[in-house]
């Protein structure tokens, strides 16, 4: 089974993320790019199913020159080889182009299975894997708690707001992976010293072959307006009880539309 | 904040990297904890081992890691940051690899090295006794030849995962002779007769088990013995060459994380309507403690550039550690002052760093002897 895993970097989560004045977009060269969290996981779960099935595990990245850090990493995680398209043409593109670019470069690459996070911390809207299954006609698996792996049968438990749902399909598929699945590896410093070694490959647009009209900030069908910074943290209401305090609190919750 | 680190190679600076990521999430949230508890974290140690930060300073064909001192040094710094007794757990382990890896057979290394740097063991290094300590040469232990065996008996001090280990490296008498008749065993923890006491109770580094050990008549094959008869003092004096780097790395990062406790309450606390870090007073002290913490790195890795290039590097190593040592002692008195009576308080990390400082200043060579050390240097220059 050969399985192929988006990666994406994003800003630190621990830092304070800003959007750039010329062009609204993130600004990445400001903060520390690390490895979207959840992609950690879909890294894991693609290792564990390939300890168990064999196969290959390809990273997938589409990102800037400097994307290349969180290759690096998953390949020291144990990951074979990696794809990264790198391109300034592909500077600003949203959700809908960037699932366009990565279904091209996923064409390059012989797979059975692609393994995502179900979201970035950065973007955070949710819908790559979705766009990337209609885009490629590929079964899509999403918000897995727990994959399974039979022949060419994949099996999923799909997180629900209360429970899971069992969802099964044929390869190729596209699954996403919520944090429940697994706990990811650490890279160990043998696996650093044998990521140098590892074969990456780098695609311009023209290489995936990518129409810079379908990608970029003038290829994408949304855009930022205008933004500003969030307001300052205003003081919190201090409820006291005198007895009523449940009353209160509930009050308050309704009156915030919380309840 | 992350120290700004010189590194040497992409390499070092990714292995930096994860044992920041692994100092994060894995050491600084459960410190304090097993610090109250007195609870030895070998899971964790385990999985520094898995990542392969037991073996950094020795050669890949054993299973090592090939790196230099001086980044093996800066992966122990930034694990001390974040939890001194796991970082003095990753040194201790390097120091009981030492004597096979320098003064084994090819054969011994074979045979017993790449489990010892495959991060699933975790070693011990015996030199000392209740009634020797500096002067070791005066260690009573014995090991008397039967055959093609060694018998081992007394009693060892101060061991470093005394109870814990899973081997010893155990220095006993084989004759009289005051410094030619020590020898170096390495001893699995479950050989016959070898009995672990009741760890130390200690006043600092608590999550690290100090223990005796009672060698009671502890028989190993003859192939344990490191070197030859009577190599013991040679091997213990040069494996601590490197033990002693270890310790100034240590303590240079527990003095950085109190000194980057101490700069944060200084710019939070506010007295008289401003920052207690705006006052000169408080600013001078903070001033006085980096410069130390610099100081003392840029002595450790001048100390470990040396070792690296193959250059003696004794006296530097005593002058690291001396240094070193009291830096992060001054230091973690500092952040205490700092932070006024809060900081005498276990609500914050400065009393327990005040107090993890203070052995580093006796154990691998007291502070006193290191002087010795450096002294008798200088008189034999002439």
């Known amino acids: 089974m050969n399985i192929v895993v988006c990666v994406k970097q994003v800003p630190d989560t621990y830092e304070e993320k800003k959007l750039s004045d010329a062009d609204k977009t993130l600004d990445r060269e400001s903060v520390e790019g690390v490895m979207n969290e959840l992609d950690e996981y879909a890294v894991e779960e693609a290792l564990r199913l390939k300890e168990a099935h064999g196969g290959e595990v390809t990273i997938l990245t589409m990102g800037p020159e400097k994307a290349v850090e969180t290759i690096r990493k998953a390949l020291s995680m144990g990951a074979d080889s990696a794809v990264h398209v790198v391109d300034p043409a592909l500077h600003g593109s949203d959700a809908l182009a960037t699932s366009y670019a990565l279904a091209k470069a996923l064409g390059t690459i012989e797979h059975d299975l692609v393994i995502l996070g179900v979201e970035s911390t950065d973007a955070r809207m949710s819908v790559i894997p979705a766009m990337l299954a209609e885009r490629t006609g590929a079964a899509q698996l999403s918000f897995a708690r727990k994959v399974e792996v039979d022949g060419s049968t994949v099996k999923i438990e799909r997180q629900t707001d209360t429970g899971y749902d069992v969802v099964e399909a044929q390869t190729p598929a596209i699954v996403s992976v919520v944090e429940k699945i697994n706990e990811p590896r650490y890279p160990s410093f043998k696996g650093i010293m044998a990521a140098k070694k590892k074969p990456l490959t780098t695609l311009t647009l023209a290489d995936a072959g990518i129409e810079a009209s379908n990608v970029g900030l003038s290829g994408s069908g949304t855009s930022v307006a205008e933004f500003a910074a969030r307001p300052p943290k205003q003081a919190g209401t201090i409820v006291k009880d005198e007895g009523d305090g449940g009353v209160k609190l509930a009050e308050f919750l309704a009156s915030q539309k919380i309840i | ?382």
């Open chain 2, 1 to 382: 904040m992350p120290v700004e680190r010189v590194l040497p190679s992409d390499e070092a600076c990714e292995l930096i990297n994860l044992v920041r990521e692994l100092a994060r999430d894995e050491l600084a949230p459960h410190a304090a904890a097993h610090e109250e508890r007195a609870e030895f974290p070998r899971e964790t140690v385990r999985l520094l081992g898995r990542a392969g930060l037991l073996g950094l300073a020795y050669p890949e064909e054993y299973g090592g890691g090939g790196m230099p001192y001086e980044v093996y040094l800066q992966v122990l710094e930034e694990l001390a940051s974040a939890w001194a007794a796991v970082a003095l757990a990753v040194s201790v382990h390097t120091l009981s690899c030492y004597p096979v890896a320098a003064f084994g057979t090819d054969e011994q290394r074979k045979s017993f090295l790449p489990d010892m740097l495959g991060g699933e063991l975790l070693g011990a290094y015996s030199l000392s006794e209740a009634m020797s300590g500096s002067d070791a040469g005066s260690l009573q232990a014995r090991a008397k030849r039967d055959g093609d065996s060694y018998v081992l008996s007394g009693t060892k001090a101060w061991v470093t995962h005394g109870g814990t280990a899973d081997y010893y490296n155990v220095f006993c008498r084989t004759s009289d002779d005051a410094r030619g008749g020590v020898s170096t065993f390495l001893v699995p923890a479950d050989a016959d007769g070898l009995l672990p006491q009741a760890p130390e109770r200690k006043m600092g580094l608590r999550s690290s088990p100090t223990a005796q050990i009672v060698l009671d008549n502890v028989r190993v094959p003859a192939d344990r013995l490191i070197g030859n008869e009577g190599d013991g003092m040679r091997i213990a004096l040069s494996a601590l060459d490197g033990g002693r780097l270890g310790i100034s790395a240590i303590a240079t990062g527990l003095a950085q994380s109190a000194l980057d406790a101490a700069v944060a309450w200084a710019k939070e606390r506010q007295q008289f309507g401003q920052r207690i870090a705006d006052f000169q007073g408080v600013s001078f002290l903070l001033a006085d403690m980096a410069t130390g913490i610099e100081a003392a790195r840029a002595g450790y890795l001048a100390a470990a550039r040396r070792r690296d290039t193959g250059l003696p590097y004794g006296p530097q190593a005593a002058m690291s550690k001396l240094f070193a040592t009291d830096t992060a002692m001054r230091v973690t008195t500092d952040a205490v002052q700092v932070f006024g009576g809060y900081g005498y308080t276990t609500e914050y990390p400065v009393e327990r760093y005040l107090r993890e400082a203070k052995v580093m200043q006796i154990f691998e060579g007291t502070n006193q002897i290191q002087r010795l050390v450096i002294g008798r240097h200088l008189l034999s220059l002439r």
